[in-house]
Every structure is written in C-alpha cells, then in structure tokens.
C-alpha cells in the first residue's frame, strides 16, 4: 500500500499541494485526475521521491519513505515524454535497472527478452529509441520501468505525448498489462475518460487538494462534489442544480417537478440525440436523449416542453 | 506544471557523490530532488572561475589603480601610451569598416549567388579563426614582407597593422550576416521591385535594415578583436615605438618592468573593449524586444 | 531582389579576389616557401632539437589543460544550466569574458598575480615558480580556452533537459552512475567539438604564452614561440617549417570540427 498522509508542497508563492492525504490499496489501479495545475503531477513526484514534500509522510509498503532517495523506494516511473536514453538501443535501455543492480548478464538478457515480449517490442532489441514510433517508446520505457520489477508503478500522462487512436490502444493495452501482473499502479491524467476506462479506483484533484476518491462509477453517480461532478462528465443546470443531461427527462405536458423550457434547436449524433433549451429564467441547458424517445415527442425547434431530473443530483 | 525554482541536495545531475539512501537529507522548501547542482558543484564552478578568470583581471585592477587616479591617468596619457591608444583605435576602426562592407559582400555572394566550389569558399572564411596568430603573422609576412612575390615591402608601417587586422577579424561580419541573409524575406523584396523600386533601392530600404542588427554585431565583435589582438600584428609591425599596437605597448611595458604602465593601459583597452560589447547587447536587446 | 548576371559575376569577382589575396596568396606563400627546397630541408628544421622540445612542451601544456577544462567546464556548464542561483547572469558573463580579453592582458594579469612581487608571489619564495615556468603557461592557455567547453556543453544540457537523469534515478542509479551512464554519453559530441576548439586554441595560443614564458628555447619555449624566436634570429626558413607544422594542426582540428559538428546534429 501507498500512504501519503498531510503532504504539502510549495513552488515558490504557489501551494501546490494543500494537506493531501491518500491511501492507495495493494494492486488496485489508481488514477489522479484533475486539469493542469491540480497537483496531481506534484503527488506523483513527491511520491517517487523526484519532489520533496514541504510536509507530510510518504509510505510504501508501511516503511516511511519520505526521505529516501528515488533509488531506495523500490519504484517504477513513467514520464509524459518518455525519456528514452536516447543513446541506448531498446536493449540497453530495458536493462538499465538490472545492470545498476548488476544482475548476472545471462538473466538480464532473458529478463529484457520477455519483458520486450510482454510490451509487443520482440525484435526490436538494437533499435535506438529515434527509429521507434511514440507509442512504441512509451511501451519500452514501461518495460524499463517493469525490468526492476518495482513495489509501485507511477505513470505521469504516460499517454498525453500520443495521438487519440494509439492512446486508445494503449490504455487497453496497459489495463490487460495491470490485470496480468498485478503492480500496484498510479497513472496521472487529465483525461476522465481515459481515467475511467482503465482504473478501478480514481482520485479527482483540484487546486492541490483530493475531492474524492472511489471506484469510477461512484465518482460518477455520487460526486461529493460539483467540481467532481462536472470534471467526470458533462452537466446541465436545472432549478438551480446540476444534473447529467442524459438524466433529464422531456414531456410535453406538466409532470412534477418539471420544469417548462423552449426547444432551441435539435442535434442528431446518431443514436443520441440532443435538444438544447432554455427554461423560464432564459438560462441555456441541453438534454440527452435518444432516437426513440425524441421521434416519439416529434421534437423540433420552437417547440414548447417540460423538462424533469429523472435521478437526485448534486445542490449546486 | 511550474518547476520548482531552487537548488538540490546530492542531485543525480551533478558529478557530485551523492547520499547514500538511508542518509537524513536536509529538508526545506521546495528544494528539487533529482536532477540538480548540488551546493558542492556551484562551489567547485565558482572557485574555477574565480582563480582561472577573475582573480588575475583583479590583480589588474588593482595594479593600475596603484598609484591612485591620478598614476592612472598619468600612466595611460604619456606620449607613448597615447601614441599606441591612438593608432590602435585608429587602424582597428578603418578595419573595422572595410571588412563590414567586405564582409557583407562576401556574405552576399556566398547566398545568393551559385557557383562551382562555393564550399570550399565558405569553409576558407573560417581560416582566420583557425590559424594561430603567429601563424597569420609569419604568413603575412611572406606577402609583405622584404621578399614580397608583388614588390610591397609595408613592414613596419601602419598598413602592416591594418592587414594583418583584415585579416584575423574577416570571419566576424561574414559569419554574423550570413545566417540573417539566408533567413531573409525574400517576398519583401520581391513586392519592393514590384512597386517599381530599383535594386539600389531595395538594398538600402529593404535588406540593409534586416541585416543591420547583425552587421553592427559582427562589426562590434570585429573591433572588439582588432583592439586586443597582438599575435598576428607582432612580426609585421616591426614594433618600433612609433610603429606600436597597444598591446604591443603593454607586452613591452611589462617586459621593462613597468607594471603599473602595463596595467593601466590593460585596463583602458579592457574599458573600451566592454563599452564596445555592452553597446552590442543594448542594440541585439532592442531589436529582440522590437521584434518579440 | 534580383541581380543581372554581369553585376553579379563583378560582385563574385570583388568576393573572390579579396579572399584570394587576404588569405590564399599569404598561406600559399608559406607553403611554397617552406617547401621549395625539398621536404627534406622541412624535415630537418621540424627535428632540431629545439623544435622537438618545442612541440613536446606544447603537447604537454595541451595534456594538461584539455583534462582540466573537461573536467571544470562540466561542472560550470551544470551550474549555469540546471542551478537556480542568484549571480547566475554574473557567471555567464565571467565565462565570456576571455573571449573579450586580449591574450597579452590574460599574460599580464597573469605576472601581477602570480609573479614574483603579484599577490600571490609568496609561492616563490617556498620553490614554486609559477611565471617564466610550465604552471604560468598553463594558467595562461587554461583563460584563453576556458569558455569553449562550456559554450559547447550547455545547448545540450539545455537540450537534453533532466528527465532521463530522473528516469535513471527512478530506476536505481545513484548520482555517479547517472553521470557516467547518462549524462556525459548524451554530451558526448558537444564535449568533443569543445575539446577539438580547446586543443586547438591551446596549441595556437601566443600572446597570453609569450608574457608568461621566457621563451629559452628547448625548455620554455612552446611551438608559436619557436615561429616567433626563429624570425627574430633571422631564421627565415625554420620560421616557415614551424608555422606550417601549427598549419596542419589547424588543419586538422578544422577537419574534425566539421565531423563533430555533423554528428552532434544527426544525433
């Protein structure tokens, strides 16, 4: 397990972390979410012992670590942007650890051998890391990371440096990884879907602070907070609430609690649907809907409707 | 994400040994983990720099300011020392001006214009950086000196001096002008001739400007080097008193056991030297905050 | 701006003949003259003993001072790029500043320190003879060349940034280890075009040398002393054959600037 406990951080005049504490379980997957300048990145760090936290503890496995070197912690770190060595072929790079912990050359060679199976790199050994693709990088520097078969895998952005389809494969990829072999790991993004799709537990972070930690669906259905709220999707505001726009319901007649809104315009994505309105107080919200449901109303711009919360939402 | 803005203990960066892991760091704010100069590192850099650079530019300081301001300006006024100041600013500005226009001749012909061998041309403006001053004195000397193939016999006058100053600061405009040239907007040039502008005109309205701020540089560094040089001026100038570079007036003054005269011209030409460079950092700064 | 042919074959012309005259005809001359009478006769002015000596000694003073500048210049050039000091623009400057000093003020500054009556003249009186002997020459060549290795250096620390010093720190390397492994392999060819710049001013330099030495030949004096003392004593020839030995070290350095130069861009 990794504990943080009353860690704060300062850059300068800038806190970047405010009185963050968090436990994170053996082999779960954990992801810091939050936009730019959240202190998700700072955590990370600080837990790698790359930062030094201005206070609090750091502990790893129940061993206070808060001032040990990176070298001592036993951990796996991955960068937004790689850092390959760049003079070391994929061989080399893989087995850097290992050589600093002067294992013998006959296992690191069948150590880098499958770990360079594991991340699809088979045969890529002499390459040096300007002759691979972005993803194809990020993978080896995963089995660098996995090489010293480290207590804590960090992952900071690991896929922000990459475009959207090989993000996407990745992610997959990594979460197949994770279920394999099992290291407890911590991915940083900015990215909810991304967040969602691969972690079992997510911690949303806003201004050096955790909102809130749990399983992705419970972040979703039960955010603690707004800021949770509308970080882990979109919202809509309704009597003064926010509510999930695929939670609003439309009616042509009063319902109770409905609220009477003017169709503005109506948006076919396909399968969904959405109408965008404006209630009585001429403030813009848009529902969710569906094919079905809007062929059924014979919605259309101009028309008149109720609209209803079909689910408790958050007081804004 | 900002970067934390402060120093490391027993960074990974610096060749400095670093701690072993169970050893208490000091803690304090916002210090870098990994990746820093350690204090130990500054320190080393700093005390290089100061016995290697500062400490003897010092020494001169001091030396000249021996006998008070006024030993100073006794020292650099003396007839003599006037004599050598005067000629060197003299043949240094001259040169200096020449191989601006030559220098940017010479720039413009290696980009704009094509012709066999314009490579080995281009590497050939390096030479005088490359070649050891007394190398492109001896090497003068043999061009001007008493068996000159062309009949000029100049050493021991001031135009000795003046072309082994062509000579070693040739690479600065050339060099400094040539990069702006090869950047420059030629569209801007094109619309001027479009808009009826001759040649002329379009040289002085159009491409000098762009490249002024560079030729200026190149020039400054050019002077810079004329006033200071003595290696390629020495076997040339027959260093006669009347005949004498400062720098040749201040190798003499110390090998006289004049110290203080030595010193006090040493300080004078470092004077103009950093005026000259300071003027070159105002201009490169104004043209960047214009620009930017 | 578009020039007809005739005025731009002129201006080639004006181009050409300037360099031609500035520095081929001189170093052509040079060549012709130390070679006319054979290269036997070059050979046996670049063997006496005193040119022997003389290149030992300036071989030794390189020996010495391209370790130091190494050595020193990593570490100044680690200070200026990963530091966060207050007086860091003051460092950058000290750094330029031999390049803005003329070579006899280095010599100078050099005897009012370390010289018999400098500041630190107290080092002769216990058998330490700095000027007129092998430490001043180096002191001296050690402030002519100190900014070339850390004017090399920095762009690619600056370019390489830390990241992959973290990674290897992630991955267990201490501080030793990162430099050795990380570090210096990525500065490689910045290093070495900055110790080819070093080596070859160092065995150019004359004005800053000739203050600080004595020049008696076969014991102070360094290879551009000998071109110098040779002309003085009216050895015309063996000035020659001397200057163009420096020639082809220059030569050769140009040469090996070009190929570290290409590689440091390619890498």
């Given amino acids: 397990m990794i504990a943080a406990h009353g860690i704060h951080k300062h850059y300068g005049d800038f806190h970047a972390l405010r009185d963050v504490s968090i436990e994170i379980p053996d082999g779960s997957l954990t992801a810091l979410l939050g936009p730019s300048g959240s202190g998700k990145s700072t955590l990370l760090r600080v837990i790698a012992g790359l930062e030094a936290p201005d206070e609090g503890v750091i502990a790893i496995a129940g061993n206070d670590v808060t001032r040990l070197a990176p070298q001592g912690r036993g951990i796996g770190f991955v960068f937004q942007h790689y850092a390959a060595f760049k003079h070391m072929t994929v061989r080399d790079n893989v087995a850097f650890g290992l050589k600093i912990r002067k294992r013998p050359k006959a296992e690191i060679a069948s150590r880098v051998d499958e770990l360079l199976e594991i991340v699809g790199l088979a045969g890529y050994q002499g390459r040096y890391p300007s002759q691979l693709s972005g993803g194809q990088r990020q993978r080896m520097a995963l089995a660098r990371a996995l090489a010293v078969e480290p207590r804590v895998l960090l992952l900071d952005e690991p896929f922000g440096a990459l475009d959207a389809k090989v993000r996407e494969d990745l992610r997959k990829w990594l979460r197949r990884l994770h279920d394999e072999v099992h290291v407890t790991t911590v991915l940083v993004t900015h990215d909810q879907e991304e967040a969602m799709d691969v972690a079992d537990r997510i911690a949303v972070m806003n201004a050096g602070r955790i909102e809130q930690v749990g399983a992705p669906r419970d972040l979703y259905d039960a955010p603690a907070t707004e800021f949770v709220m509308s970080f882990l999707g979109p919202t809509a505001t309704l009597g003064g609430r926010l509510v999930r726009p695929h939670d609003l319901v439309l009616s042509r007649g009063p319902a109770e609690d409905a609220v009477p809104v003017t169709v503005e315009r109506v948006v076919h994505l396909g399968f969904e649907v959405r109408v965008e309105l404006r209630d009585g107080d001429d403030a813009q919200l848009s529902a969710q809907t569906t094919r079905a449901e809007a062929a059924a109303l014979d919605v259309e711009a101009g028309q008149s409707l109720f609209v209803r919360a079909e689910r408790p939402a958050v007081a804004a | 994400m900002p970067r934390p803005a402060t120093d490391a203990v027993g960074g990974a960066g610096g060749p400095g040994p670093s701690l072993p892991p169970s050893a208490p760091v000091a803690r304090r704010r916002s210090r870098r983990a990994v990746g820093g100069v350690g204090p130990l590192g500054l320190g080393v850099a700093t005390l290089w720099l100061s016995l290697i650079v500062l400490l003897p530019l010092a020494a001169v300081l001091v030396s000249s300011l021996e006998g008070g301001l006024a030993g100073f300006w006794d020292a650099v006024s003396s007839p003599p020392a006037q004599r050598a100041l005067k000629l060197t600013l003299t043949v240094s500005a001259v040169v200096t001006v020449i191989n601006a226009v030559m220098g940017t001749l010479i720039a413009w012909v290696l980009v704009r214009d094509e012709f066999r061998g314009k490579a080995i041309v281009n590497a050939l403006i390096d030479l005088p950086f490359a070649l050891p001053t007394i190398v492109a004195s001896i090497v003068l000397l043999a061009l001007i000196g008493a068996n000159s193939p062309i009949g000029l016999d100049l050493v021991a006058t001031h135009w000795a001096i003046g072309i082994a100053l062509l000579f070693v600061t040739l690479p600065f405009v050339v060099r400094s002008v040539q990069p702006v040239m090869l950047e420059l907007d030629r569209d801007a040039e094109q619309a001027a001739a479009s808009l009826g502008a001759s040649n002329a005109t379009i040289f002085r309205r159009i491409v000098l400007p762009a490249l002024a701020p560079a030729l200026i540089s190149g020039a400054g560094l050019a002077f810079a080097r004329a006033v200071g040089e003595y290696g390629s001026v020495v076997l040339v100038s027959g260093n006669t008193p009347r005949n004498q570079v400062a720098s040749q007036y201040i190798a003499d003054r110390i090998e006289t056991d004049q110290p203080a005269a030595a010193a006090a011209m040493s300080v004078t030409l470092l004077l103009i030297t950093f005026a000259v460079l300071l003027v070159l950092r105002v201009v490169a700064h104004r043209r960047t905050s214009r620009e930017g | ?267």
């Avoid at chain 3, 002997?133 to 762009?155: D, I, K, N, Q």
């Avoid at chain 3, 060819?189 to 030949?217: H, I, K, M, P, Q």
């Fill in chain 3, 1 to 267: 701006m578009k020039v007809e042919r005739a005025p731009r074959i002129a201006l080639r012309t004006v181009a050409l003949a300037y360099l031609f005259v500035l520095l081929l005809v001189p170093v052509g001359l040079i060549l012709f003259r130390t070679f006319e009478n054979g290269i036997g006769a070059f050979w046996d002015q670049v063997t006496t003993p005193a040119s022997i000596s003389a290149m030992a000694l300036t071989l030794e003073i390189v020996a010495i001072v391209v370790p130091l500048n190494v050595v020193f210049g990593i570490f100044v050039a680690l200070a200026l790029v990963r530091g966060r000091f207050r007086g860091r623009g003051f460092m950058q400057a000290i750094v330029d500043l031999p390049f803005a000093v003329s070579p006899v003020i280095v010599g100078v500054s050099l005897v009012l320190l370390w010289g018999v009556n400098g500041w630190f003249g107290g080092l002769a009186e216990v058998g330490i003879r700095v000027i007129f002997s092998l430490p001043g020459m180096v002191l001296a060549t050690l402030f002519v060349t100190l900014p070339f290795v850390v004017r090399e250096v920095e762009p690619v620390l600056h370019e390489i940034g830390d990241e992959q010093e973290q990674a290897a720190a992630t991955l267990g390397a201490n501080g030793w280890q990162t430099f050795w492994r990380i570090t210096l392999p990525s500065i490689r060819w910045g290093l070495a075009y900055g110790v080819v710049l070093t080596v070859a001013r160092a065995l150019g330099e004359f004005g800053a040398v000739s203050v600080v030495s004595n020049g008696v030949s076969g014991q102070s004096e360094t290879l551009t002393l000998l071109v110098a003392n040779r002309f003085e004593d009216l050895n015309l020839f063996g000035s020659y054959a001397a200057a163009t030995v420096l020639m082809g070290f220059a030569l050769v350095a140009l040469v090996l600037m070009t190929v570290f130069e290409r590689r440091s861009t390619r890498a």
